[in-house]
């Protein structure tokens, strides 16, 4: 439900339909990376941050949660941090380490 709120552009409520997700199984890295990208979509960055941390923590082979903290740095203009995060991914989006 909350990946078809995010698709429909509704940030909110796929943030609070993640976050309940969570709530029952938070042991689970892609409610966490999910929750990030609506985050992002609402502009706070920082909380993203500590969702993708907590599914990379969660799954630390988890190439989707590696690749979006590392656009998140790159938003936030810390390219040495994103070229990191992006080499832990298991897919190293060449394109993102070319911008940064």
């Known amino acids: 439900m909350g990946n078809e709120a995010y698709k429909q552009g509704r940030f909110e409520e796929a943030l609070s339909l993640y976050d309940r997700a969570i709530a029952i199984d938070s042991n689970k890295a892609t409610y966490h990376c999910n929750k990030?990208?609506?985050?992002?979509?609402?502009?706070?960055?920082?909380?993203?941050?500590?969702?993708?941390?907590?599914?990379?923590?969660?799954?630390?082979?988890?190439?989707?949660?590696?690749?979006?903290?590392?656009?998140?740095?790159?938003?936030?203009?810390?390219?040495?941090k994103a070229l990191t995060c992006n080499q832990a991914a298991s897919d190293d989006d060449s394109f993102l380490a070319f911008q940064a």
């Open 36 to 80: 990030s990208a609506a985050l992002i979509a609402l502009g706070r960055l920082l909380e993203a941050i500590i969702e993708c941390e907590e599914a990379i923590k969660l799954d630390l082979s988890y190439g989707r949660a590696h690749n979006r903290l590392a656009t998140i740095y790159f938003r936030l203009g810390e390219a040495e």
